[in-house]
């Protein structure tokens, strides 16, 4: 059980540290984006895959979220990395980062996303 808190514990962090490198200016264009998508999908409250489904709901937290964080972490330059691991053990002491821009944009993606699938799937429901 040690073992699991401690690796939830390195991964959380981890989301910091990308959360710190997607804001600064030295990261390539590319990494920041996918460092942003990688953020955003760990921090959704809504996953690919729903939790309550058996097994299969927390496949995306245990095997999805740590690749696209080892991923992004090799895109980016191990100088900024250091500095960003520096500022997210401070920034996890003192308090955890609120970007309510980030947020919303979230929740309007998935509320599109929720959208565009009634809109597909009611004239099938209308029919049967």
Known sequence: MKNVKAWAKKVKRQIFVLYLAYKDERVPLYAKIFTACVVA?????????PDF???LGYV???I?????????LRMIPKEIIV????RA?????NKK???WWVGSLILLIWSVILLWTIIKIYPF????
């Open 89 to 93: 053990e401070n920034m996890i002491k």
């Open 41 to 49: 999908y760990a921090f959704s409250p809504i996953d690919l895959i």
């Open 53 to 55: 489904i058996p097994i």
């Open 97 to 99: 980062p609120k970007n």
């Open 64 to 72: 999805i979220v740590p690749i696209g964080i080892i991923l992004a």
């Open 60 to 62: 995306d937290d245990l």
């Open 125 to 128: 429901i209308i029919v049967s």
């Open 83 to 86: 500095d960003c691991e520096i």
